[in-house]
């Protein structure tokens, strides 16, 4: 697991988490702690996102399984905006990825090449021999 940053920016009623590897628990803890130092009630912070006080309390409580859309709506309803930035460099098994991706690409065109040259042949051995035909005299 990474570690949590928290700083303050110039308006005092926002926060920056930055979380290198992201965690439900750690999330739920910055939302809670955030929730408390603008004095909102999680009956309150749950009307206006338009869930329930208990989906709230799961939120705080770090649970993996919520719906994705309904936490963004309740950041946004704090006033949170997110910001996903990539890592550099990409995870090894990204890496590893890519080149299998770039090797099965590799491999499509060369099928591709592959079945071009062999129309190709097949269409100039088409022409010769109806040239040959073509001079062969059937009178």
Do not use: H, Y
């Not at 309904?70 to 309803?77: A, K, S």
């Not at 990409?90 to 090449?113: E, G, H, Y």
């Amino acid at each position: 697991m990474g570690k949590t940053e928290e700083r303050k920016t110039d308006n005092p009623k926002t926060e920056t988490l930055s979380m290198p590897t992201p965690n439900s628990m750690v999330l739920g803890s910055f939302v809670c702690d955030l929730r408390r130092s603008l004095k909102i009630r999680q009956a309150d912070l749950a009307q206006r996102a338009g869930v329930s006080r208990q989906w709230i309390v799961a939120l705080e409580q770090g649970k993996p399984t919520l719906e994705v859309g309904l936490v963004l709506r309740t950041l946004e309803t704090l006033g949170l905006d997110v910001t996903l930035t990539p890592v550099d460099p990409p995870p090894a098994w990204m890496l590893k990825l890519s080149r299998a991706a770039q090797a099965k690409q590799a491999a499509v065109a060369a099928r591709r090449r592959a079945k071009r040259r062999t129309r190709r042949e097949a269409e100039r051995l088409n022409r010769l021999a109806l040239n040959a035909v073509g001079s062969v005299g059937w009178d």
